[in-house]
């Protein structure tokens, strides 16, 4: 099988439909559908009316989109079953059983004839290349023809720059090809991103071409003003060249990429097919990774830095986290983070770990987003897989995103992401500007959202504080997967490591307050860290409602009301779990319940002296009972 899937190259054929004529009827006993096979052309990945055919070792695939998609005028001539295409100045004449066609009068063989399959016309991928000079390749694990033909901007070029060799620690070299995707806007000076792709099934580092996937993410960017690469990082994950620690490899591939990434802006002719002179700003570079190329963009932002280069922010989409970062000091730079609700290969959603390690460290923006409905793999478009877990639909509590969705969003987000970090336009800054509310929905699809500013101040984090309860009961509490620390009860937020939290149960008109200090004059933004816990029937399984109080040194008091569609106060449907490991049973809820912003503008305080506030109070007078976990209380400048 692997045979001969590598060599498609030669075997592959495409068929394009012609309606009402009436030709030559193909015996089909033995066609068999290959459903799987795709054309990646210029960025896109190509729909078919027709599932592909293999017939006696050769595939069949309809071909109208790809010469169309060329800019070929395509015509047909009954009486002599024939084809023309002409392109520029370029006339090809393909004649129906024949086993040559002709290019300018002068003849193409092919390696098998043209014929017609259900009103199809079909011909050999190794007539594309002849006929119109395009690049032909195959990724065998994804099942992919990659066809580049004369790239222009804003469209996605594959490239290959050459060999280069990876040096390891202990002196192991191993060698690989500089490849890839880029688009390129028509402007000049253009901040750059680059994106890696996760660890997935891999055969030939070279060959299997997750990179691409990403391309509908480049053309949206390079149509908004980025240049943007993506990058072939399985090197990175490939077990076949010995342990790999600290990205160690992808470091490296990162690296060579930029070198020839700043060479090729200089004007010199390195082989992406474009003219890239002028077109990069480097001194404006942002990285985005997805699953273990998730938590590897730290790392190689990090190494980057190091190297004198000028990395403005992060994106970490669907990441996977181990020791090694725990251990390490992340780069102090903007960063964003997405979590799939339904995350069916990094399952424990290590992304809220990431986004808690910058959090406590205290100096960079981080803004988390948690994306209802999303799996892991679906925002990329080269993997045909699911993930290593597939959750059961009878399991989900919100309805799967379609891979569309998946698309449509990560492109909204990134774009706006890089808007509000850039300072340029369009900007949808909602989920993203701290002085806003914090959204329930980002482009119209359900979100939870977390923001952390850098040097904010950390009113919870006093271990002095003394906090009171009037009919309430507010004790601390760990959220554990080691189950002898767990004191969280049922409560499941993401992240496998432990979180502490202030538990606040209360009965009919309770409230707790907070003693502060603090000149709130001096901050725009009173932002909690806050999630109702779901798992608890004091909820009646219903949104809950607060209201906060500022009451001044005078004895001066405000209220801000947050109803029922505050998002982080939503109840998180599921079922109680009760998991039996044979000597031991616990309950937990069946949703993650992701601890989320609930902030207010102080400018919205008018009648208390905001520089001597000195009591917050949170108020439950709406509802006769219920439990929330609070895991900080902050002042953004």
């Known amino acids: 099988m692997k045979k001969f899937l590598l060599t498609l190259l030669l075997l592959i054929m495409f068929v394009m439909p012609f309606n009402g004529f009436a030709l030559e009827n193909i015996n089909t006993n033995d066609l068999v559908e290959v459903p799987d096979l795709r054309v990646w052309l210029n960025g896109k990945y190509l729909e078919f009316d027709q599932k592909p055919i293999e017939e006696n070792g050769e595939i069949l695939v309809p071909l109208r989109k790809i010469f169309e998609d060329f800019g070929t005028k395509v015509e047909w001539i009954n009486e ?66 990659i066809i580049s033909y004369a790239p222009k901007e804003l469209e996605v070029a594959t490239f290959n720059l050459g060999e280069k060799a990876v040096t390891m620690p202990n002196n192991d070299n ?45 053309k949206e960017l390079s149509k908004n003003g980025y240049l943007a690469l993506s990058v072939n990082a399985n090197l990175e994950y ?13 470091n490296q591939i990162v690296d060579a990429n930029i070198e020839k990434l700043e060479s090729a802006n200089n004007g010199e002719n390195v082989g992406y097919g474009l003219d890239i002179s002028g077109k990069a700003d480097m001194s404006n570079i942002s990285i985005l990774g997805h699953s273990v190329g998730g938590q590897g963009a730290f790392f190689v932002a990090k190494e980057q830095i190091k190297k004198g280069r000028n990395v403005k922010s992060i994106i970490s989409l669907a990441p996977a986290m181990n020791s090694e970062m725990l251990d390490r000091d992340l780069p102090n730079i903007p960063s964003g983070i997405i979590i799939p609700q339904y995350d069916d290969d990094v399952t424990s959603l290590d992304g809220q770990e990431i986004f808690n390690k910058i959090k406590t460290k205290n100096e960079a923006y981080t803004q988390l987003t948690y994306l209802y409905g999303a799996d892991h793999n679906s925002f990329n478009e080269a993997i045909l897989t699911k993930g290593l877990s597939p959750i059961p639909e009878e399991s989900k509590s919100y309805d799967s995103l379609t891979k569309f969705q998946h698309r449509d969003f990560l492109s909204k987000y990134v774009l706006n992401f890089l808007n509000f970090n850039n300072k340029k336009e369009p900007l949808d800054g909602s989920g993203f500007d701290y002085n806003l509310e914090a959204p329930g929905k980002m482009y119209g699809y359900d979100v939870l959202t977390s923001l952390s500013q850098a040097k904010a101040i950390r009113i919870l984090h006093n271990k002095d504080l003394n906090i009171t309860a009037t009919n309430a009961r507010i004790k601390d509490v760990i959220s554990s997967s080691v189950l002898s ?49 779901s798992s608890d029937a004091k909820n009646n399984q219903k949104n809950q409602t607060i209201t906060l109080v500022l009451k001044d040194k005078s004895g001066k008091t405000e209220r801000i009301n947050f109803n029922d569609t505050t998002p982080a106060l939503s109840y998180q449907k599921g079922v109680l779990n009760k998991i039996d490991l044979g000597d031991i049973e616990f309950n937990q809820w069946s949703s993650f319940t992701p601890l989320s912003s609930m902030r207010v503008n102080l400018s919205n305080f008018k009648d208390v002296d905001l520089k001597n506030v000195r009591e917050i109070t949170i108020e439950f007078n709406d509802t006769k009972s219920g439990k929330i976990m609070l895991s900080s209380a902050d002042l953004y400048y």
Not at 188 to 216: A, F, T
Not at 503 to 526: C, Q
Request: net charge negative.
């Open 80 to 145: 002599s079953e024939t084809v023309i295409l002409t392109h520029d100045d370029v006339v090809i004449k393909l004649k129906i059983g024949e086993n040559v066609a002709l290019l300018n009068e002068k003849e193409i063989p092919l390696s098998v004839p043209a014929k017609v399959l259900n009103d199809r016309t079909c011909v050999p991928l190794k007539f594309i290349s002849d006929s119109m000079g395009a690049s032909v390749d195959f990724d065998p694990v994804n099942k992919t023809a």
């Open 485 to 533: 620390e767990n004191t969280a009860g049922a409560f499941y937020p993401p992240g496998l490591n432990s979180s502490k939290f202030k538990s606040i149960e209360w009965d009919e008109n309770g409230s707790i307050t907070i003693p502060v200090s603090e000149d709130f004059s001096k901050y725009r933004v009173l932002n909690f860290d806050i999630a109702q816990d």
């Open 174 to 218: 191993f060698k690989f090809e500089i490849i890839g995707g880029i688009s390129v806007p028509k402007t000049q000076d253009n901040p750059v991103v680059l994106v890696i792709h996760g660890s997935h099934k891999v055969e030939d580092v070279n060959k299997n071409r997750y990179d691409l996937g990403y391309s509908y993410l480049l």
């Open 238 to 250: 490939s077990l076949d060249h010995g342990e790999n620690s600290a990205f160690e490899r992808l």
